[in-house]
């Protein structure tokens, strides 16, 4: 179900701001939803967000709500992350991941590719 290659990672203060892109190919993007997950230090891989293959409906994990937004851009195969008011606890190797389905999925036995990962580091 195609490749995917994230890029946009770093560092970034408390407060501040990044913003994760991921391009897909090999695949009719548009058929399907795309969501982030991350992993911390320590603990399991988490939902973070989802878009539908369409754009039109997106759900995001109680902890990003009002901070993070997900959006896609059909005509150029790739799926973004805006994260603002990053917190230290957002610190984590993010995962983008094109779902099997066209709705939103949140999931991860609903995902069937997954990119390398990109790591987030939030530190003063």
């Not at 790739?78 to 066209?102: R, S």
Request: net charge neutral.
């Amino acid at each position: 179900q195609g490749q995917l290659l994230e890029s946009g990672g770093g560092l970034a203060q408390p407060g501040g701001s990044l913003k994760l892109s991921c391009a897909a190919s090999g695949l009719t993007f548009g058929n399907y939803s795309m969501g982030w997950f991350r992993q911390a230090p320590g603990k399991e891989r988490e939902f973070v967000a989802t878009i539908s293959g369409i754009g039109f409906s997106t759900s995001y994990a109680k902890f990003v709500m009002g901070r993070f937004t997900i959006s896609r851009d059909n005509a150029k195969n790739t799926v973004h992350l805006q994260m603002n008011a990053l917190k230290l606890e957002d610190t984590a190797v993010y995962f983008c991941a094109v779902a099997n389905i066209p709705n939103t999925a949140i999931e991860e036995h609903e995902y069937a590719n997954w990119g390398q990962g990109t790591l987030i580091t939030v530190s003063s």
